[in-house]
């Protein structure tokens, strides 16, 4: 069997309304799906992370790069791939838009993998540790709109993702200190019993991040996550160290080196990988592997289709218990409660993550068929498709 064609689909719509974080607003949603071919007309998928124009670029790293790189070889070769690929595009970046390119690829790989041998790709990794996960909604983006907005809107949607089943949920910050500690104390009083987490998207000063990081200790916030920029590995070791909050963070990190670095520096509480960023799944079993020689808990970085989603269900599944007993630590899967059509909607057979939440108690079920056990509507992908 041999690799025919890599082929991108950069997929973009307008948002039903403008939405923000910490660093931007945005009001259209992106995504960008890889397409492996071969010989034997087996086909894979996978996702490349990276919204708008960034789609667009590494578009043209996947078509006019890897795949010149790559035609020819067995798809089954995936590690010999991954390798090469990375080996390549070494001298012109180990992070980034190449890897986030090589990721898409690489989850493309694995489905082929499965496909060809009739197994979901958990079975290849090793089998299934659990057969559904408990989900966590997220949502509470910023608007242009005033604080005082904010705060009762954050309230409101805070207490209807719980009331729609979620274990937990997580919000956004970025209006300042002062103000967010004010959007904090509205969801922390609206979820009553229930887990919440803070985003900041890395806005902070280590300085600020500490005003902030005080405040959710004495609210009980799960987990405080990205405070401060991703460089900023002396940050991440002090606010673990000086605050009560789980520090998580890892999403903007790439490929095993990258990890080691976070890792030795004892600065996360929960880590984050980002599978359709830091090099696909080959690269991300190595990371998990790194995180839990450190004893670091791993809750994945969910942001995308419903190939992003399908596999990080896959990988959920294969998720050791970390560190084991009767009663483990369990990761959960991250779902963006905002509307996306490309979650969605994408798939011949959807998914339908919100409905599985209400029906079963908060958890989701890891899909079984081969690969990732979804397949894309080639109709829905042909309607939303950008040229670039």
């Known amino acids: ?32 799906l890889v397409e492996v071919q071969t010989d034997d007309g087996v086909t894979g998928w996978g996702e490349c ?9 590494n578009k ?9 790189m790559v035609l020819g070889m067995d798809p089954m070769d995936r590690d010999v791939i991954w390798h090469k690929v990375y080996n390549l595009l070494r001298d ?11 990721s898409g690829v ?4 694995w489905d082929i993998a499965g496909k060809v041998t009739g197994q979901p790709i958990h079975k290849l990794i090793g089998g299934a540790h659990r057969s559904d996960v408990a989900a966590y909604g997220y949502g509470m ?32 910050t970025g209006l300042g200190p002062r103000d967010d500690v004010r959007l904090c104390q509205a969801v922390a009083d609206a979820v009553g019993d229930a887990r919440f987490m803070v985003d900041a998207n890395h806005c902070y000063t280590t300085s600020d991040a500490f005003y902030v990081g005080r405040a959710l200790d004495e609210m009980g ?13 002396d940050g991440y070791r002090e606010l673990r160290a000086g605050l009560k909050v789980n520090i998580s963070g890892g999403e903007a990190e790439f490929n095993r080196w990258g990890w080691r670095g976070i890792l030795e520096n004892r600065g996360l509480d929960i880590a984050q990988p980002e599978v359709c960023a830091l090099g696909g799944i080959t690269e991300y079993l190595r990371v998990l592997a790194l995180c839990h020689a450190h004893f670091t808990p791993v809750v994945n970085h969910v942001w995308g289709s419903a190939i992003a989603v399908a ?50 108690n908060g958890r989701v079920a890891i899909p079984t068929g081969p690969g990732l056990g979804v397949e894309p509507d080639m109709d829905f992908i042909r309607e939303y498709e950008i040229d670039g």
């Open 311 to 360: 596999t990080n269900l896959q990988l959920l599944a294969a998720m050791p218990p970390m560190p084991g007993g009767l009663h483990p630590w369990e990761p959960m899967l991250e779902f963006d409660t905002t509307e996306n059509r490309f979650r969605d909607h994408l798939l011949a057979d959807p998914l339908d993550i919100q409905g599985q939440v209400a029906r079963n």
């Open 49 to 57: 992370f990276g919204p708008g124009n960034v789609a667009l670029a």
């Open 1 to 32: 069997m041999k690799i025919t064609a890599i082929r991108s689909h950069v997929l973009q719509c307008d948002m039903p309304e403008e939405l923000g974080y910490s660093q931007q607003y945005y009001a259209k949603r992106t995504a960008h």
């Open 60 to 68: 043209t790293i996947v078509e006019k790069v890897i795949q010149p």
């Open 92 to 102: 012109h970046g180990q992070k980034g838009m190449p890897l986030q390119s090589l």
């Open 221 to 233: 916030a799960y987990w405080f996550e990205e405070p401060v920029a991703p460089e900023d590995l």
């Open 141 to 172: 983006m910023l608007k242009r709109e005033s604080v005082d907005d904010h705060v009762a809107r954050f309230a409101d949607e805070a207490a209807k993702i719980i009331g729609m089943g979620f274990s937990a949920t997580k919000m956004k």
């Open 106 to 109: 690489d989850i493309a790989l």
